[in-house]
């Protein structure tokens, strides 16, 4: 078994983490590093639990610990990261120096060297590691998974580019509450409501998602060659991100030939038979009225995104457009960094 | 006064009828019809008042009559349309010998010498009204006003089409319940939920923008030059359609004389001095949060739809995206047809 | 393993069972029957499925029959009944000639002899099958469970009664949508409202509550000796009811008292150690804001209530109060007819 | 024309406070005050404004003062005040030394000499001004209204109370959320949710009502001789509070009385035809399923309670049973305070 950490272990993600973790066959928690205000208390005792699942039995007497490397067990070989934005760059660099760090948080994703990795999508950016540990002089490293609505897109997009040449995308989100954090949207804002802004999401979407389909040369990332739009909106749904996707492509097609590719779409991690890769990555569904959040959200296990309502666009040519649905703090947030935790102790460690 | 009628006077945006012609300086209620299981009763005793306004006292005590010409009071002009699709064509077609006919109901829309009209946009289609009376021998006429969804949509894109080469247009809808009717979207499939479809939507966004931003050439309408494409989602909204809304034009511009062109429309109705025309068909919100349907769907008495979030596309040309949101039972229909109305009654009756 | 069928079955109650009787140790569905336009139908392909789990794999191909004894599988010992009421008097009737009948349905419920039972409460009334065997001359026989909020308000008072004279109780309920039915509630109706009145439900709860916690002579059910008040609501929750519940008692008590029966409370199932029997049929909560029905209506599978907040009247003698949620149509439906079957498997069949 | 001022103008019951007073007939606003973030700032320029309608264009460039006596206009007679409790003891007492200070505040209330105020119930209570005054030695002086479902509840009652014994009430509230302030209830914990538990509500309710609802006799209040029990829940509604009651009477009664008592309840409010009073301040609805939130807070422009569901509980004895909706922010706070200084205004200044 690897022993593993969770930073930020109480918050909405933090839980996530745990939850995913629990029975989890190769990686055991063995530390819970969460704020000043929490270090000391039992978990239990410091964790205003989230989650519809109760709270794992092993976690509820865990003593929580500082958010600091030193703090941290030694014998912890992952810490899973879900810290605040402004704490998370220097505090993972930290961490980096001698720990395995699968982070959630956006500050580090996109810098040099550092991996936005999405198993199925771009595997190869692991090979950023070897210089990213020669260049800061550390022991570990940092891998960052990317935003929720950029992973669910992503996945879908993934077995197109493969297939197809993409000339443009442009997304329209319907983003649940919970991607805000507990706090993050009052009742007041959204009941009978939507919020057609989320702070800096569509820059995140448009920039993170040219970057995991681009390719690495060794030196840097080369952005894929498409254009790409997001315009993003809040919903009032707990869990699960539904997304409105418009594909232009440069030549003919058949839409069976999309589909088959989305349905058929197998990666790296369902070849390594990793314990959260889902058997399909994308599961397309043929009914006229799905996918829905509140029933497709959970499909395997929250970590396949469901594509709906494939279709040719009727004035445009060479164009199609569909519907996803994505977990977002599954798929999109604690199960994309256990994914990439997985597929690193798989291949590297 | 012109003394109206109102088919279909006991459903949801027969309501809406009822609500606007309360009160109103030109038009007054004179028969209500509906179905014969309504016919001989008292409107307060055939009704289930769904609105959060008071049944107007005017109407209570009305008998309620049958939904034929025949009962309709001799001295009313003008009968205000919410039939159901399926009877609408015909009936409509029935009330059209005697009466003018401001119908909400799809059945008509689009037929040949039929206007389509927001008077906004295209008060010119009003021209065939001469053909339909001889061609039908009738001594009335039918007007339709298009489906919710694309008066919003169609509304801000006209002072665009007028100041741009439009290439492009996508769509993607959020679109609020009461749009299918009190008992169209059950709670279950509702809360905490999205549906990613709504029956013909699309085909009608789609096929009715372009006729209404067309020319009518005194024998046919010839299409908008330009390609379209919609997505339609149902939301947990009650009132108010949200759109997220990408363009693409042929050439570089300026995206403040979008907002100018946008913000400074006025049409026909607002030089008429319309009873129910807004002064601003389009009201343009600088906060970055807005519009949201449940703050922005009364504006102007829900007869504007509101626009935020225009900017820039950072990876196209030409290219800029905005959210607009309109109230659907108001200006996306009943008070369409009014609007319609007024208009006729000024320049024709 | 026993055969079992399911009337009803692609109904919300009736996909339920399903949901339960995949994987069940004892039972094997081996019967699906549902109305005329379903019958002859594969299973899947006749039902719109609408639990957020997948529709279990051993019931997509089966061929749904008609409702009747006639159109069972012979070797079929139990039915499951979600009926609707007008139909579920007379089918009922017909199948208990062959059939062990478990009904969800409220039509033959409190009828003479006919047993009322939620087997944690009442279990004795099933000496009632005996006299309904000999008086109708059948070989199967019904046996019924409550309504919803019934039995979630039943099973806490089970315990209090046991230990403490129960002078009077008054109970407001916070009732989730699916307990009408998937169309039963329309969006327009309940988003951001409450409704104040659901049919027949308070004396339904009224009735059954003084009857299951009564005693049966042997020939009657004589009522259990307090006053009962209900006072029903619906809210926009898609599972779980929460009752809020006021109790006085004829004597001093130590609040704590209460707690422990209820929290310890054990019966007749869980020495039985039935499949569906929760460890504990009442969880009590003692975080100052649970129970919550998102949060806590899955407990124990959806099979145990959970009660909070209990405590003490400030200005009453001898009186307290709680909050209660339980799962409508698992505790509250199918998973109710199901512990009856197990029951009656155990100790009759 | 008396001018007036509003302490915690930005706030969601300071906008219900502007909102009111806009083209109010008798009281004009020229001081607006908030917390020092604010003050300096144009009103428009320093509000996030919550409500449907548009901010009064009379306030928008008026500059917010810091909340200190000082900062406030010397021609303002009357401050409203909706400061946070934990500055509102201390602020509003400062305030009174010059000024009428009419709270929403929950601080001041209940303190000797203070008086807490309904207008329709106990306006006698105004009598503790002069003590109030000559204690302290203030020019001004403060009145309070009660908490938001108190006031709704207390109103019912009043009709009740003044022609039968009331022996006891319980209630069980449906709370708003807009009762917690925008930010009070994330839209995580009450999506699909219930909250069983809203801090200090429930004694609030009972100690305030019996207090309302009780005589002054010079030197102090002695409480109304019944008793009272609260059990208070927040649900996924926006506005207006609905609350369940049962009520045991001493003696026999008939329901038609009290629902007659309800609906022609008028009181020196009525009598004084005071601005903001309504017609009648308790409507009764004779609908089966009335009253509800979303169709009846605006009741009198949210000045009324509406009561439905009239009926006599079936197991006791001289009790019977109803369910109010008061609108929480209007009657049940800005509008309560308001009414209050209008009362002032008419029988005091």
Chains 1, 2, 3, 4 share one sequence.
């Not at 879900?82 to 810098?111: G, Q």
């Not at 992973?151 to 991607?179: W, Y």
């Not at 739009?229 to 492509?249: K, M, N, Q, W, Y």
């Not at 088959?260 to 009914?287: G, H, R, W, Y």
């Amino acid at each position: 078994m690897v022993n593993v950490g969770v930073l930020g272990a109480t918050g909405m993600v933090g839980q996530r983490f745990i939850q995913l973790l629990d029975n989890h066959p190769d990686f055991e928690i063995t530390s819970l590093a969460a704020s000043s205000r929490s270090a000391g208390k039992r978990y239990e005792d410091s964790t205003n639990w989230y989650l519809d699942d109760e709270m794992p039995k092993s976690v509820k007497d865990m003593i929580v610990v500082e958010t600091d490397p030193k703090a941290m067990d030694s014998d912890v070989d992952i810490v899973f990261s879900s810290l605040p934005s402004e704490f998370a760059e220097k505090v993972e660099r930290d961490f980096a120096k001698d720990f395995v760090v699968a982070s959630n948080a956006s500050a580090n994703r996109m810098k040099k060297n550092i991996p936005l990795v999405i198993p199925e999508v771009n595997p190869q950016f692991l090979d950023m590691i070897e210089f990213q540990q020669k260049e800061n002089n550390w022991d570990g490293f940092i891998v960052t998974n990317p935003n929720c609505s950029t992973i669910a897109l992503t996945l879908t997009l993934k077995p197109i580019i493969d297939n197809f040449n993409i000339k443009s995308v442009r997304v329209s989100t319907m983003q649940a509450v919970s991607g805000a954090g507990y706090n993050g949207v009052p009742s007041m804002a959204i009941v009978d409501n939507i919020l057609p802004y989320i702070g800096e999401e569509e820059e995140k979407m448009e920039s993170e998602t040219l970057h995991l389909l681009g390719s690495f040369d060794g030196n840097e990332v080369i952005n894929a060659d498409f254009k790409l739009s997001a315009s993003c909106h809040r919903v009032p749904v707990i869990d699960g991100h539904t997304e409105s996707v418009f594909i232009e492509l440069d030549d003919e097609f058949e839409i069976d030939d999309v589909k088959d590719n989305m349905a058929n779409f197998k990666a790296l991690p369902q070849e390594l038979n990793l314990f959260s890769a889902p058997e399909n990555p994308v599961i397309v569904k043929d009914e006229m009225d799905r996918p829905q959040p509140r029933m497709d959200r959970n499909a395997s296990n929250g970590m396949s995104v469901s594509v709906g309502r494939l279709r040719k666009d009727q004035y445009f040519d060479n164009s199609f457009k569909y519907v996803l649905v994505g977990h977002n703090t599954i798929r999109g947030a604690a199960g994309a960094s256990l994914l990439n935790a997985e597929l690193i102790n798989d291949i590297i460690l």
